[in-house]
T-cell receptor
Framework: EAGVVQSPRYKIIEKKQPVAFWCNPISGHNTLYWYRQNLGQGPELLIRYENEEAVDDSQLPKDRFSAERLKGVDSTLKIQPAELGDSAVYLC?????????????FGEGSWLTVV | GQSLEQPSEVTAVEGAIVQINCTYQTSGFYGLSWYQQHDGGAPTFLSYNALDGLEETGRFSSFLSRSDSYGYLLLQELQMKDSASYFC????????????FGSGTRLQVQP
C-alpha cells in the first residue's frame, strides 16, 4: 500500500513569491494534517481536515497561508507571499478514524527554502 | 495548550540500552505516542500508551505514568541504525484533536 505522497520534495523560491504543496494521503484515511517542522524542532500542526472539512486551523497564518482538500482526498497548502521565516519542512500526514486512529502516517515532506 | 519536555541529545554505544524521558503538561490527555525520524526522512510511528504501564514492541518499549505526567521510550540492544531523532507526542480529547509533538531527542549511537 502506498504511503502519504507529497510533492514537490524540494522547493527554493525568492521571498514574496507564491508556493504550493500537494499531498495525497493513504487511501481510506479521512483525517489529513499539515504540519510544519523547523530544523531541530518537532512538527507543529498547521491545519487538520476531517474529510473535506477543516476542523482545526487555529495555527494557520491565514494572512498568507491557505489550504484546501477537495473531495476529501488530496490536499494543497499554499503560501502567498512567502517570507524568509517560512523556510521549513512541510509535512502532510493522514490517519484513519478507526481502530488505528492513534497512529499518524507522515509523508516525507516538502522542503522549502525562501531566499 | 500543551507542553512537552524531553532531552535534546542522548549518546550511547552499540548494544547498550537507552531511555528517553518525556514529561508533559496538558488537559484532556488521552495518550502518549513516540515517533522516530531519521535525518531527511518522515516521522514514523513507534508506540502508543493510553494506560499506565509498559508497552513492548521488539527492541523498543514505552512506558506511561498518567499520575506523574511522564513517559519514556526504552531502546534495547542499540544498533547504529537507531541513530535518529525521537519525538514524544500527546493526544488530547478536547479542542485540538491532533498530536502535539515535543522538540525531539537526537540519539547518537556510537560503535
Amino acid at each position: 500500500e502506498a504511503g502519504v505522497v507529497q510533492s514537490p520534495r524540494y522547493k527554493i523560491i525568492e521571498k514574496k513569491q507564491p508556493v504550493a504543496f500537494w499531498c495525497n494521503p493513504i487511501s481510506g484515511h479521512n483525517t489529513l494534517y499539515w504540519y510544519r517542522q523547523n530544523l531541530g524542532q518537532g512538527p507543529e500542526l498547521l491545519i487538520r481536515y476531517e474529510n473535506e472539512e477543516a476542523v482545526d486551523d487555529s495555527q494557520l497564518p491565514k494572512d498568507r497561508f491557505s489550504a484546501e482538500r477537495l473531495k476529501g482526498v488530496d490536499s494543497t497548502l499554499k503560501i502567498q507571499p512567502a517570507e524568509l521565516g517560512d523556510s521549513a519542512v512541510y509535512l502532510c500526514a493522514s490517519s484513519f478514524r478507526g481502530k488505528d486512529r492513534n497512529t499518524i502516517y507522515f509523508g516525507e515532506g516538502s522542503w522549502l527554502t525562501v531566499v | 495548550g500543551q507542553s512537552l519536555e524531553q532531552p535534546s541529545e542522548v549518546t550511547a554505544v552499540e548494544g547498550a540500552i537507552v531511555q528517553i524521558n518525556c514529561t508533559y503538561q496538558t488537559s484532556g490527555f488521552y495518550g502518549l505516542s513516540w515517533y522516530q525520524q531519521h535525518d531527511g526522512g518522515a516521522p514514523t510511528f513507534l508506540s502508543y500508551n493510553a494506560l499506565d504501564g509498559l508497552e513492548e514492541t521488539g527492541r523498543f518499549s514505552s512506558f506511561l505514568s498518567r499520575s506523574d505526567s511522564y513517559g519514556y521510550l526504552l531502546l534495547q540492544e542499540l544498533q547504529m541504525k537507531d541513530s535518529a531523532s525521537y519525538f514524544c507526542a500527546v493526544g488530547v480529547l478536547t479542542g485540538r484533536r491532533a498530536l502535539t509533538f515535543g522538540s525531539g531527542t537526537r540519539l547518537q549511537v556510537q560503535p
